[in-house]
């Protein structure tokens, strides 16, 4: 049975409908759709168009041009007669001739000039019917180079779209010429692909940093717990205060998750900015990082003075003091002491941490604080280490004011020196 819905081709009404896609057409539509279909690729091309608009256009303006000047002429023939500056005076008589008189000679007159006439007008339209042809044909032509020319551009801002993959956006259209409208939309391309393929690396950046930043308070959490499960004699104080530590890792390692979280919505973390004493932080880092150093047979000691006021955010420049301090224990030998202090010069705040490891030389130091750059490239690949934890110190202290400091320990190892603007007990207080 015949789908009521859908009429048929020759139905008992006569109609003759066809549907595509759900639409249903007439004939003449669907003899249209068939017609566009059968049609080559480039007729429907902006470029065609423009050709077709452009030809158009000019043999229109031709065509009206052509017409006006016919006008004109045609008038002018007919409103200004020969005849009329011509005066018979006198007539002979010729033997074997006819005798006119003035008024059939005016007559004459009118016939040869009108024959005349309608010989000029008769070419004036053929010639002017065959240059609007040839300007027809040679303006498509034109057109079609030149649109071609002008729209190069478009296709090679198509052929660069095309080509980008999604994780490599180095592509550039890099079009030269002069600073039209097609410069102005290529160059637009290209800084919209360069803001694309910024914040794709400040993505790749960020899940490197996510990850790094993760793994320092699991770290922590780990060691404290294997210490603890490791020592049978454990009595409750000492179990109480390796959940302490286990807490307040925990705790920072939730603050960090809920931060990377605001990163990724925001494009920048929100820090809590807030008056706080870093003698605080200092004793919390050290206390943090005591069983980890006491596993590879390091000792870390803390002295700081009190009331190092500083206004920034606590748990970011807990991160930094921790990163040091990570890098410290896995680079000092056993044996060795890690040192963290803190003190006050003038108006700025320092903090320092210094080991006794194998050192960073001159050269290097000009490049511990860069991105991914690791001084024991293999040993670092097989720690699976990203290289961050300097850069992310480095920017946490730029965050504040501040501004950070690497030389050689008088043991031979590193000292890295926060050095933080310093707020007043008066300022705190406010």
């Known amino acids: 049975m015949a789908d009521p819905l859908v009429p048929n081709p020759a139905g008992p009404e006569g109609r003759s409908d066809w549907r595509s896609d759900g639409i249903t057409l007439s004939r003449p539509s669907r003899r249209l759709v068939q017609l566009a279909d059968a049609l080559p690729d480039w007729v429907g091309s902006v470029r065609f168009r423009l050709t077709a608009l452009y030809s158009l256009v000019l043999f229109g303006l031709a065509a009206f041009m052509v017409a006006g000047i016919y006008a004109v002429i045609a008038s002018r023939l007919h409103e200004e007669k020969v005849y009329v500056n011509r005066k018979v005076t006198t007539i002979e008589e010729v033997p074997g001739g006819i005798r006119l008189t003035p008024t059939q000679i005016r007559a004459e007159y009118r016939s040869v000039e009108a024959l005349a006439n309608d010989r000029a007008l008769s070419l004036l339209r053929t010639y002017s019917t065959s240059a609007l042809v040839l300007l027809f044909l040679a ?26 993959q999604a994780t490599d956006l180095s592509r550039r259209i890099a079009l030269r010429g002069p600073p039209d409208e097609l410069k102005e939309l290529a160059d637009t391309f290209d800084a919209m692909l360069a803001r694309l393929d910024d914040a794709f ?26 210490v603890a499960l490791a020592d049978p004699d454990a009595d409750a104080d000492e179990l109480r205060h390796t959940a302490e530590l286990v807490q307040r890792s925990t705790a920072r390692m939730s603050r960090l998750i809920d931060d990377l979280l605001e990163y990724a919505r925001r494009g920048a ?43 920034g955010d606590r748990i970011a420049l807990r991160r930094a003091v921790a990163n040091l301090l990570t890098n410290a224990v896995r680079l000092a030998p056993a044996g060795t002491t890690i040192s963290v202090g803190g003190g006050r010069v003038e108006d700025q705040v320092w903090v320092s941490v210094t080991d006794e490891g194998p050192g960073i030389s001159e050269e290097d130091r000009h490049h511990v604080f860069q991105r991914f750059w690791r001084g024991d490239g293999a040993s670092a690949r097989e720690d699976g280490r990203s290289g961050l934890g300097l850069a992310i110190v480095e920017q946490i202290v730029h965050d504040h004011d501040g501004h950070i400091v ?21 300022d705190a207080r406010s």
């Open 139 to 164: 303006s498509l032509g034109v057109g079609w180079a030149v649109a071609g020319r002008v729209l190069a551009p478009i296709g090679r801002i198509t052929a660069v779209a095309r080509d980008i």
């Open 201 to 226: 690396e400040g993505q790749q950046r960020f899940i490197q940093e996510t990850s790094h930043e993760l793994r320092n308070p699991l770290a922590v959490i780990r060691t404290n717990l294997d």
């Open 269 to 311: 973390p929100a820090h809590e900015v807030g008056p706080l004493d870093l003698a605080e932080v200092i004793d919390e880092a050290a206390e943090e990082f005591r069983a980890p150093a006491q596993v590879r047979d390091l000792t870390i000691t803390a002295t700081a003075r009190p009331d190092l006021l500083v206004e």
């Open 406 to 426: 690497v030389e050689p320990s008088a043991a031979g190892g590193t000292v890295f020196t926060l050095w933080l603007p310093a707020t007043s007990a008066g």
